[in-house]
């Protein structure tokens, strides 16, 4: 069988990866450098008899897709900053009523308009705090476009699994840079469906009561079981409460959920990290000019590693203090004022030997960059 | 199947105030639902924030009470990834037309299968009395101690501008006419609106010096007539009730499925 070749932008491997993945639902409004997404969804989902719907803003956009997936569709809506934005509140309330949805966020630079056609990694909080309360969240981000494929494959398995919004976090230069793209045969990645509840029709569904495992298989809406869900914190029947006790426990389930499994969501890869005194720790468009260095540095003989974060929430700080034990020292390459910096600090048993190298004017950090940061780090001057 | 039958029983009582016009509201709808048969299955209520939206959770549908203002964001989701299934948006004046009244336009402009109820009471009561942006010039509010300067929306004259393809306005002293015009828009192919005026005993009334809900009732029932009536003629200032549009125009979900035809037929 031939290999079904793409040569695509890393924002139409995006769509690609949702729709193998089962999307049959996107809803979103125009938006620099995502915009691409919904063009793409515009044109294949009716051609599989799947739903796109232009919005009136992204916060209607994130509302109909959280709506869709209720009636048991698999759903995404894209954007970019400030779009994200707008998109914090119903973000929240996918948390809080536990829907399965992605969202992609193809990253600009911010705050406010900023530098829409230029590349950032800024909205790295934003992803994990932007909407309000304690809450736990998932974010994964790629470097190339296979991986984009593979990790939006994966945001839809983990929002199937774990009853939660999953976000990409992309960035400009992947959304929009063209590269080849393998598809996958159907089945070659593995995919979560929706789980749903085998309860009888007449018989009392929880529709908020975990499993032993810790999932909670879902009725859709149309079908036999009729239930409320809401944005207040709720008891298992998805109806309101303000009992101290449930407010507790469903505030301990939505960490609990994600923060316990957080060694099952972790993704990352690994280059030349075995006897690495020097690892640079990168994600997205970075990791591509890290990369670079790690690769032309070892050429010389230098003992130089690379260590790409794909999850970013929750934090893989397990793999990061065991990766980074024996390393002199630990640069972070992104491109914002050290989002991932201060997680790696935290996660290491040595802080003081972790280093930032990062650009944040809406250029590509390039090896040349990385190389001038690692000259200082290593005490040889500018 | 009796009235009670739609009632969720476990989440009685309810946090309406004595005297509040949304029980009326509620009672209507209720039956409009009885009187067409319509399977409780078949029926998603959706609802935003605020005293009206908890209707939503009193009722044995598939119930979805979201965020203020997006009600007709997420029903417009649920609409068209299931288009066979009847959707109900009640909002509040607030709800509908202040932060949400740019998802209002907008889903009366697609002409999607929705009904939409606006419950106007003229005042945010659940955050305690402050003026909505049908509380119209001169009202009392907690944040308008000086009298309101904001002018009011018409939720007929801006449906009917902004596309909607049924439209019908009544009040609360006239729970007849809520079943009725209820009934006639879950009925409406495309996106209906029933604005029914209610009262607020506890905040518009009580701010406003107009009295308890006995009074609010005559207030409505004084200050409204039937459409083109001898009363209207003879005062301009009455407010009109009755349907005011009823078109068929091509809906939002059946336009789709010739979007998928198209596609399809890579035409």
């Not at chain 1, 993945?21 to 515009?42: C, H, K, N």
């Not at chain 1, 992309?170 to 979560?192: A, K, T």
């Not at chain 1, 972790?354 to 090896?367: C, E, K, S, W």
């Not at chain 2, 939720?155 to 009725?180: N, Q």
Request: aromatic share 8%; charged share 20%; with cysteine.
């Amino acid at each position: 069988m031939t290999e079904n070749i793409k040569f695509v932008q890393g924002n139409e491997a995006c769509v690609e990866g949702a729709l193998y993945a089962g999307l049959d639902f996107f809803a979103g409004y125009p938006i620099t450098p995502s915009t691409e997404v919904a063009e793409q969804m515009s044109v294949q989902l009716p051609k599989i008899g799947g739903s796109f719907l232009q919005m009136e803003d992204e916060i209607a956009s994130l509302c109909a897709i959280i709506g869709a997936s209720l009636t048991g569709h698999k759903v995404m809506t894209a954007t970019s900053g400030p779009g994200f934005s707008l998109m914090q509140e119903a973000l929240g309330y996918a948390v809080m009523a536990e829907i399965p949805c992605v969202i992609v966020n193809v990253q600009r630079g911010g705050p406010s308009t900023g530098n829409p056609t230029h590349v950032a990694q800024g909205d790295v909080n934003q992803a994990r705090w932007g909407t309000h309360g304690d809450h736990a969240i998932v974010a994964l981000t790629a470097s190339n476009h296979q991986d984009v494929f593979a990790v939006t494959v994966e945001a839809f398995n983990i929002a199937e699994t774990y009853r939660t919004p999953v976000i990409l976090l992309f960035d400009e230069v992947i959304g929009h840079m063209r590269e080849r793209l393998v598809i996958p045969e159907p089945g070659e990645i593995p995919l979560v469906e929706r789980l749903r509840t085998s309860v009888k029709e007449g018989v009392d569904y929880h529709p908020y009561l975990p499993r032993e495992d810790g999932r909670l298989p879902m009725s859709d809406f149309g079908s036999v079981h009729r239930y409320n869900v809401t944005g207040l914190y709720h008891d298992m029947w998805g109806f309101p409460s303000d009992n101290p006790k449930i407010v507790h426990g469903l505030s301990r389930h939505l960490m609990d959920k994600i923060e316990n499994n957080a060694h099952q969501i972790a993704m990352v890869k690994e280059y030349y990290l075995e006897d690495a005194e020097q690892i640079l720790i990168s994600y997205g468009a970075s990791a591509r000019s890290a990369l670079h260095v790690v690769v032309s540095r070892r050429n010389r003989g230098e003992q130089l590693g690379l260590l790409e974060l794909q999850t970013l929430w929750p934090f893989p700080a397990e793999i990061v203090r065991d990766r980074c034990r024996n390393a002199r020292s630990v640069t972070v390459v992104e491109m914002n004022k050290g989002q991932i910096l201060e997680q790696v600090k935290h996660a290491v048993e040595a802080p003081e030997r972790v280093f930032l190298a990062n650009r944040v004017d809406g250029v590509l950090i390039n090896p040349t960059d990385i190389r001038n940061f690692l000259r200082v780090i290593q005490g040889r001057g500018i | 199947m009796a009235v009670k039958d739609f009632l969720r029983e476990r989440f009685f009582p309810h946090l309406w105030c004595p005297g509040c016009g949304h029980g009326t509201v509620l009672n209507g709808l209720v039956r409009a639902i009885e009187e067409l048969g319509i399977r409780k299955s078949d029926i998603v209520m959706v609802s935003g924030i605020g005293c009206s939206s908890r209707i939503s959770g009193y009722l044995d549908f598939h119930t979805l009470h979201t965020i203020h203002g997006r009600a007709l964001a997420f029903a417009t989701g649920v609409k068209m990834s299931r288009p066979k299934l009847n959707l109900i948006v009640p909002m509040g004046d607030g709800d509908a037309l202040a932060i949400g009244g740019n998802h209002f336009i907008h889903a009366c402009r697609r002409n999607i299968d929705i009904t939409a109820i606006v419950m106007n009471n003229r005042i945010y009561g659940m955050t305690g009395g402050q003026y909505s942006p049908l509380s119209g010039y001169g009202a009392a509010a907690t944040t308008a101690p000086y009298s309101n300067i904001d002018h009011t929306f018409d939720v007929v004259e801006l449906s009917k501008a902004a596309g909607a393809t049924f439209v019908a306005r009544t009040t609360s002293y006239h729970p007849k006419e809520i079943t009725k015009y209820i009934k006639k828009a879950i009925q409406h192919k495309g996106f209906s609106v029933v604005e029914i005026m209610s009262q607020c005993p506890t905040y518009f009334g009580r701010k406003n010096k107009i009295g308890g809900a006995v009074e609010m009732l005559e207030y409505m029932k004084d200050q409204t007539t039937p459409i083109d009536s001898k009363a209207k003629a003879e005062n301009p200032d009455l407010i009109e009730r009755g349907i005011f549009v009823e078109k068929e125009l091509p809906e939002y979900c059946e336009e789709y499925e010739k979007v998928i035809e198209r596609a399809k037929g890579g035409a």
